[in-house]
Every structure is written in structure tokens, then in C-alpha cells.
């Protein structure tokens, strides 16, 4: 890995500097920074797609081992999973567990960002900035790591890091759960990079923050034949364009429009030959939808309205819907706890309370089904933007990098000091 260039902490989106009272880590974090960004560009060059992060894994674990910390790796089958802090207190009782998860794996998109460290590997890139969020875990475990070598009474509680796989497929978090990765968690905190956020602000909102999410299958079946008498066929590509228009009108003119539901169809696959009529098409789509009630009878409204619009047009249909991941709810008393961490580092002006959630979909979700948990925004446009999430020309502002790492682990501290290292905030 080449040395990046010097980090210009002092640019308009940069957080300005706190004393962190008294805990001495500024410093820390400033020496360790070049080291943290040249992590992060290895990784944004070396993108791995959704369950086989074999090598962001392995580079993980060997950091966390070097900083001290207890590291499982193979958690979730390419999560890694590090504790540092005490087990019990003097009198042994066993101390609280709190945890913090970030996301390590790619796309397969190509990149066209022009920078000089861009994805070596073809078709794949880091388009949803899991690199960072990665670089941010590995900030925060350097910060409680050198804490806890100078002031060991500050860590009055265990912390666990999940470096998780396989988010992008929305599978990874339950793969870790399984493995045991959330047995004991009091509480969890999460962090997504956020391009409608300049560098240097962060976004928080208590409940809802992300929709439920499902996959959704559609093979039209029509009947094949010359394409210069399609009168003689059932043509299942111009059925399946009635498809994709036709669930976009029912939704808008079948649903309640105070319940927004997006139904995007990301691919399609359908004929043989230039001049012969498709007799099978399969279309591959998401649904996405806040209202939980809503979203539990979705699978069988689009199977209605699919079967009718195939029949109406003389051809069939089979549907499959695979719910992939239920909405984030943010505990209201952790997400305070969060913003207040965040105002006392950054000033009230840089820290943004969100009016709406969003219909993108998290599976941090499955990590909250047996705690509480929040998950904020970090802001990464640079001065000139930042193109949409999951775009082949994403490129977050890296001054956003230090940001995450002070709030996170401040929101980390805050939590221990709660009364008794309650799981309440």
C-alpha cells in the first residue's frame, strides 16, 4: 500500500477539534489518521463482494489482534467479531455488553471514479462506501484500544465489534446473529454513509430510519413464434413491459398514497433471437415499504395484480417474494445519547435531526430483534456533492472518515456511563 496524501483537517467540512474531556484521544486519532485513511484506500481498491470477504476479513482481524483486542474470526462466515474490556467487575458481577457493527463488502458495478485509488478489481467497487464504514470500525477499535492502555477504568464495560459481511444481500447480519455474534448485546450502535450530508455533519432520526425490504421473482409465460406474425404468439417481453408499467399505476391508483410502497425492477431476462417472439421473460425487483401492515400483504397483492395483468394480456404468471429485511427502528433514548456525543464534538449546528426515513433498506434491522439499537447518518459530499449511493462514480469525502470514528466512539463512552452500565440509556 502507498502512503496517502497529507489529510487537510482544517478544510470547511472538517470537524473542528475538542478536548473530549479529558480523555486524551484527540491525539490519538490524529497520529493514527494517515494510517486509518491508506486502510481505507487498500480496501476501496480491493473490493469483495457479499460473502467472500475473505481478505478484508483477514486484514481486519490481523489489526485488531495488533491493537489487543480478543478477535473470532469465520463469525457469519466471513464476519469477524473482536472484545476488549473487562469481563466482570471486582465483586464479579458480570459487566455490560455493548456493541457497534459495520458492514465490509461491495457491488458489482464497475467503477468510473477516476481516482487514483480506484478498484482494481473488475465489476466491482466499494459504491456504498462499506469501506469507510470499515475504516470507521477500525478507527474506533485504535481509539478504545489506546484508552484502554492508558486509562483501563474509562472501558467500565465490554465492547464488541462486528465487522459484518454479505450486508449488500441482506444476509450477513442474520448469518452472524446465528453464529452467536448479538448473544448478550445491551446495546448497538451502526453508522451509514449519507451523500445528501456535507463532510463534517452527521443525521439522526429516532424510530423508523429504513423501509422493509423484499425480493420479488416475475416469469411471464406467453408462446413463441416468427417475429413478423406476433397476431400468431403471446409475446411475453410486451406482457412483461405491461408488468413493470402497469404494478407502477395499480400502486398509485390501488394503494394508500400515505403509505408510500416502491416496487424497482433492477433486471430482465427474456428471448432467444432478433426475430422471435419471447415465450418466457423474468423480471428481478425490490419492494420497498415503511408501514409494516402494508408491507406483510404486499406479497399477495402483487401476486393478484401480476396474475391479472399476465391474463388480461393472454399470457401467465408465477410470482415468488422473499421478505430480505424489516425496517431499523433507532431506540429514541440511544439516538439522544447519539446526538448529544455528537453535538458536544462537532457544535449543534453540524448535527442534523431527519424529518423522513428511508425507503433504502438495512439488515441491521435483523440485529435489533433482540436489543436496542441506533444507526446514524454520516455526512460525505464533498464541497462540490456527492453522487447517490450504489453510483458508479461514488466517492465519499474522506474528511468524513474522522468524523464517524469521534462520535461513534464517544456515543461508545457516553453508554458506559450510564448508572450500573445499564442497558438503558
Not at 433492477?266 to 402494508?294: K, M, P, Q, S, W
Request: hydrophobic fraction near 40%.
Amino acid at each position: 500500500m502507498t502512503s496517502p496524501p497529507p489529510f487537510h483537517a482544517g478544510s470547511a467540512t472538517a470537524p473542528q477539534p475538542c478536548s473530549w474531556q479529558g480523555l486524551e484521544l484527540e491525539p490519538a486519532l490524529t497520529a493514527r489518521l494517515p494510517e486509518l485513511i491508506q486502510l481505507r484506500r487498500h480496501l476501496h481498491r480491493h473490493p469483495e463482494l457479499s460473502g467472500h470477504e475473505q481478505q478484508t476479513a483477514a486484514l481486519v482481524a490481523g489489526e485488531l489482534r495488533r491493537w489487543g483486542w480478543q478477535v473470532s474470526e469465520g463469525v457469519g462466515r466471513t464476519g469477524v467479531v473482536a472484545e476488549l474490556g473487562p469481563q466482570q467487575r471486582p465483586d464479579g458481577t458480570p459487566v455490560p455488553l455493548v456493541a457497534l457493527r459495520v458492514d465490509m463488502d461491495a457491488l458489482p458495478v464497475e467503477e468510473r471514479t477516476g481516482l487514483d485509488y480506484a478498484s482494481t478489481v473488475q465489476g466491482l467497487m466499494h459504491a456504498c462506501g462499506h469501506d469507510l464504514h470499515t475504516a470507521v470500525g477500525l478507527g474506533v477499535a485504535w481509539l478504545l484500544a489506546d484508552l484502554a492502555g492508558r486509562q483501563p477504568q474509562r472501558l467500565s464495560a465490554r465492547v464488541r465489534l462486528l465487522f459484518q459481511p454479505a450486508e449488500e444481500t441482506a444476509q450477513g447480519a442474520a448469518w452472524m446473529k446465528a453464529d452467536g455474534a448479538m448473544d448478550g448485546v445491551q446495546a448497538l450502535f451502526g453508522v451509514h454513509v449519507f451523500p445528501s450530508l456535507p463532510a463534517g455533519t452527521v443525521g439522526v432520526r429516532s424510530g423508523s430510519l429504513t423501509a422493509a425490504a423484499g425480493e420479488l421473482e416475475v416469469e411471464v409465460l406467453g408462446e413463441g413464434g416468427h417475429g413478423a406474425r406476433p397476431h400468431q404468439s403471446t409475446d411475453a417481453i410486451w406482457i412483461a413491459a405491461r408488468v413493470v408499467s402497469g404494478l407502477q399505476e395499480a400502486i398509485s391508483r390501488r394503494l394508500d398514497a400515505l403509505h408510500p410502497v416502491v416496487v424497482s425492477f433492477g433486471r430482465i431476462e427474456g428471448g432467444r433471437a432478433f426475430n422471435v417472439i419471447a415465450d418466457h421473460v423474468r423480471l428481478l425487483g425490490t419492494v420497498r415499504c415503511l408501514d409494516l401492515d402494508l408491507h406483510a400483504q404486499l406479497p399477495a397483492w402483487i401476486e393478484d395484480t401480476v396474475h391479472a395483468l399476465c391474463q388480461g394480456h393472454g399470457g401467465e404468471a408465477r410470482v415468488r417474494y422473499r421478505c430480505i429485511s424489516p425496517p431499523v427502528h433507532n431506540d429514541p433514548e440511544l439516538t439522544e445519547l447519539v446526538a448529544d456525543a455528537a453535538v458536544e464534538l462537532l457544535g449543534r449546528s453540524r448535527v442534523q435531526w431527519l424529518e423522513q426515513p428511508s425507503l433504502g433498506a438495512e439488515d441491521f434491522a435483523e440485529l435489533l430483534e433482540t436489543t436496542r439499537g441506533t444507526m446514524f447518518r454520516l455526512g460525505v459530499a464533498g464541497p462540490e456533492g456527492c453522487t447517490p449511493l450504489h453510483s458508479n462514480t461514488f466517492a465519499p469525502d474522506e474528511s468524513a472518515l474522522p468524523v464517524g470514528i469521534r462520535v461513534l466512539t464517544l456515543s461508545l463512552l457516553r453508554w458506559m456511563e450510564r448508572p450500573s452500565g445499564s442497558s438503558n440509556p
